[in-house]
């Protein structure tokens, strides 16, 4: 996204190389995030904070493999290392 941390982030997967393979994504329409999520093979979420992230079932749905950021609800859907890698 737009964080405070988006240009180390493009920073580091420019080091790392992974640069073109990585997509960052804010605010989606619900077509836009289907297609993005079904094109996906990882959906990364950090957030400080949300009780309830649609966004982490819609990805589970998807196929995509999850990493995320544990708060509020997000182990109430997720398992760490079963659903997801939570940290």
């Not at 960052?24 to 077509?31: F, I, K, S």
């Not at 400080?48 to 982490?56: A, C, F, G, H, T």
Request: proline share 1%; net charge negative; charged share 20%.
């Amino acid at each position: 996204g737009e964080g405070t941390l988006a240009e180390e982030v493009r920073n580091q997967a420019r080091a790392l190389g992974v640069a073109d393979a990585v997509a960052y994504r804010t605010a989606l329409t619900g077509l836009q995030r289907h297609a993005a999520l079904h094109a996906a093979g990882v959906v990364w979420r950090t957030a400080s904070e949300d009780n309830l992230p649609s966004v982490l079932l819609q990805a589970a749905a998807s196929g995509a493999a999850i990493v995320a950021t544990d708060v509020g609800g997000v182990s109430e859907l997720l398992d760490d290392g079963v659903d997801a890698l939570l940290f």
